[in-house]
């Protein structure tokens, strides 16, 4: 009964706190709570993890924008296939006590260690610069 009381709220445009929906399910001031919930969780998670800075040694990116979690052994696709991402995923590491093997990392240097062999190009500098490859892209 409670859901159905839920949709027909929803279908005359009345978000759950009795305010106008300014979304297809919120209020505009539950969107700020929901919003500024979901940045305090992952602000918590990312203290946890080692800070709001990039893990890699020659990173220095604070963004938080920039940053995500990255599975140090690999197989993230995979638990995220099962736990899911985002929020979901930030609420399961607090409920099973901030399990080991992930770390703060930009999306650079997580997406690098990808393609070069679960290491980061900062460390291994084996990808070139931009000047490099201008040079090499104007002899093509």
């Known amino acids: 009964t409670t859901n159905l009381f ?6 005359a445009g009345i ?7 300014k979304s297809e399910t919120f209020c ?3 969107l700020q709570k929901q919003h500024d919930a979901g940045l ?5 998670v990312f203290t946890v993890y080692g800070g709001c800075k990039c893990s890699c040694v020659g990173c220095n990116v604070t963004q938080l924008a920039f940053l995500g979690l ?3 052994h690999g197989f993230g696709k995979q638990h995220r296939k099962e736990i899911g ?3 979901r995923f930030y609420l399961w590491l607090k409920k099973n006590h901030w399990p080991p093997g992930l770390r703060v990392m930009c999306h650079n240097c997580n997406l690098g260690r990808q393609i070069n062999g679960g290491i980061c190009p900062h460390v291994t500098g084996d990808f070139p610069s ?6 090499f892209l104007s002899g093509v």
Not at 6 to 11: E, F, I, N, T, Y
Not at 15 to 21: A, D, P, T, V
Not at 130 to 135: K, V
Request: charged share 35%; proline share 0%.
């Open 6 to 11: 839920r949709l027909r709220m929803k279908a």
């Open 15 to 21: 978000c759950r706190c009795g305010n106008q929906l």
């Open 28 to 30: 505009q001031d539950c």
């Open 40 to 44: 305090a969780l992952k602000l918590e």
């Open 70 to 72: 990255d599975h140090i």
């Open 85 to 87: 991402r985002g929020r």
């Open 130 to 135: 931009h000047n490099e490859l201008s040079g």
